[in-house]
């Protein structure tokens, strides 16, 4: 179940695929008869977690409190 | 029914649009100078100016456009046009947003040109990159006024160029009266609208379709179905090409060099909240550009079980996906949502027409005419020309309504690829590398201008897209992102180290040198 967290803006659809009892990643290469797994849909994982949890959240909460610990370094010049 | 609801759909956006040229009046008595008009006077709340740019990016491209690009031609667009952009708010805090806010005041910043003339000095940059942002600016609102002609036209029964020039001329009139402060409000309750109709859009979605995996497994099933959920399969084997431009050039720190979104970074009020505008920007355009790039694939779903036409047959466009879902669909199943949905996009479309107006505006007025040839005007007459120059690109978007649609299609592919090349490259190189100089800035926008321009020219006649990519292996625009910033370190590294003042305030290790006066007088 955490590895939802691995997904972006669609997990929360597959969420309530699983709580309707359809176990299913959604994307070709977990079921879906014709669409072999490619390793670009591993790329889609990854980008998803990047794009949506680390590079927004972890960076700008990082300058959040980098910014807090030189205030003057955000003062107008 | 269906009539009942097409007027119930037509009555709610008639509402929204008395609501918003409704606050671009009230606003206009708070414009007391050319600052208050072009960047609010620099106090706008940041999660204001987080929403307005995140409405900007997203644009009714992604929620008109690319929602029936990924019904046409397959799943995979998603992932590599529109999840990286996400990426691209941080990425332009991180690289670039605390110089352009902490220098915004003591060089009176405005506009990109502003910035890049500071750092780089001389006329030249300004020039190159004003160009290029008209340019980008009259033809890149294309796609915004396709969207919005096709959905009033469909909605409020008037032909194409008329719902088009409506909805144009309603931006231009709320963001000349109002400005920066106008633009501000209404972006903040367009985007609003914009998150509760996307979220309200995927609910429906996913009962219609009987859940995710569902719909997927289905449209797989469907003839040419697994080509359309593989992306390599989908472009003949040029995804990874379009991956590859987009996803880590153009769509992310190609971002940077859109001025529609970057340059709100003038108005926010306190510098330390930066943050807060990369995240918001990033969150909100991460619940909204999915959200309809899933109407596309529900949409695809209701084709293949029989439940919907197939659009591109019957409208001869993949850009009627949105309208037929939102017009016919949801105006005899959920009326009060489509009309939501409806609005939604006219929304996202003036969040950029708005900004386009603005940006287009500024280039002319102050960019090339008041900072070149023009120093001397006073506020009063730089506010005065403001307001025409943007009243001059709003009758260019106008006009270029009524260029047949294929014409203007062609000329929208200049677009966000062209900022992102002229503008990205310098704009990054200027905070994070000391070599820079005055001549390796002007180059580099030139290149990245011309090469960006030239090659979309190319692809879009005589190669198309696979093709081009195959032969080509990076989109057009990501060309121009990479010449452009190879230009900028290699002139930079044989030319005279001259740069602007604000680089010596960026890069404070290297020595400013003595002004001519101060040497006379010690000497």
């Given at each position: 179940m955490l590895d939802l967290l691995f997904l972006g803006e669609y997990a929360i659809l597959i969420l309530f695929d699983w709580l309707r009892g359809?176990?299913?990643?959604?994307?070709?290469?977990?079921?879906?008869?014709g669409t072999p797994w490619t390793n670009t849909f591993l790329l889609i994982y990854v980008m998803e977690w990047l794009c949506w949890f680390v590079i927004p959240v972890v960076t700008m909460l990082w300058w959040r409190s980098w910014a807090k610990k030189h205030p003057e370094l955000v003062q107008e010049l | 029914m269906p009539e009942t609801g097409i007027l119930i759909e037509a009555a709610i956006v008639v509402i929204w649009i008395v609501l918003i040229l409704g606050v671009g009046v009230w606003a206009r008595?708070?414009?007391?100078s050319s600052g208050d008009f072009m960047?609010?006077?620099?106090?706008?709340?940041v999660w204001m100016l987080g929403m307005w740019s995140a409405g900007a990016a997203v644009s009714a491209w992604a929620f008109f456009g690319l929602p029936g690009a990924i019904y046409a031609a397959g799943a995979f667009q998603h992932w590599a046009l529109c999840l990286p952009m996400m990426a691209g708010f941080p990425i332009t805090v991180l690289f670039l947003g605390r110089w352009m806010r902490i220098a915004a005041k003591k060089y009176n910043l405005m506009t990109m040109p502003d910035f890049l003339g500071e750092v780089y000095g001389g006329k030249l940059i300004r020039i190159f990159a004003a160009i290029g942002i008209v340019i980008a600016c009259v033809f890149y609102a294309t796609a915004q006024f396709k969207a919005i002609g096709i959905l009033l036209s469909t909605i409020l029964g008037v032909d194409y160029v008329t719902g088009a020039a409506l909805g144009i001329a309603i931006s231009v009139v709320y963001i000349i009266l109002g400005g920066f402060i106008a633009g501000a409000i209404i972006n903040a309750l367009n985007v609003s609208m914009m998150i509760v109709a996307s979220l309200i859009a995927v609910g429906i979605g996913y009962t219609w379709t009987g859940g995710y995996s569902n719909m997927l497994a289905t449209i797989a099933q469907s003839t040419g179905g697994a080509a359309w959920l593989n992306q390599d399969l989908a472009m003949g084997g040029a995804a990874w090409y379009l991956w590859i431009s987009w996803a880590l050039f153009l769509s992310s720190f190609g971002l940077a060099g859109q001025p529609a979104i970057v340059?709100?970074?003038?108005?926010?009020?306190?510098?330390?909240?930066?943050w807060l505008w990369g995240l918001m920007g990033g969150i909100v355009f991460g619940i909204t550009c999915p959200a309809y790039c899933y109407l596309g694939e529900v949409t695809k779903y209701l084709t293949v079980t029989g439940q919907a036409p197939n659009i591109i047959a019957v409208?001869?466009?993949?850009?009627y996906v949105i309208a037929w879902l939102t017009v016919y669909k949801l105006g005899a199943e959920a009326p009060v949502i489509g009309g939501l949905l409806i609005a939604g996009v006219i929304a996202a479309a003036w969040s950029t027409i708005d900004g386009f107006v603005m940006m287009g505006g500024a280039a002319i007025a102050r960019d090339i005419v008041n900072k070149c040839?023009?120093?001397?005007?006073t506020d009063k007459q730089l506010l005065r020309n403001l307001r025409i120059a943007m009243l001059i690109v709003g009758i260019l978007m106008v006009i270029e309504t009524m260029f047949p649609a294929e014409l203007i299609t062609w000329l929208a592919a200049i677009g966000w690829a062209q900022f992102a090349a002229t503008l990205a490259p310098a704009l990054l190189l200027s905070t994070t590398w000391k070599g820079i100089t005055k001549w390796g800035g002007t180059a580099g926008v030139f290149v990245g201008l011309v090469v960006s321009a030239g090659l979309t020219f190319l692809y879009r006649i005589p190669l198309g897209t696979r093709v081009f990519l195959q032969r080509f292996y990076l989109d057009a625009g990501a060309w121009g992102f990479v010449l452009g910033l190879i230009t900028i370190i290699v002139v930079s590294l044989i030319t005279k180290k001259e740069r602007g003042p604000l680089y010596y305030d960026i890069h404070k290790e290297v020595a400013a040198p003595q002004a001519p006066a101060a040497q006379t007088t010690t000497q």
């Open positions: 359809i176990s299913s990643w959604g994307l070709p290469g977990y079921g879906l008869p | 008595k708070r414009i007391k960047v609010g006077g620099r106090a706008i709340p340059q709100k970074l003038y108005g926010i009020k306190k510098p330390s909240t930066l409208y001869k466009s993949a850009d040839f023009r120093p001397n005007w």
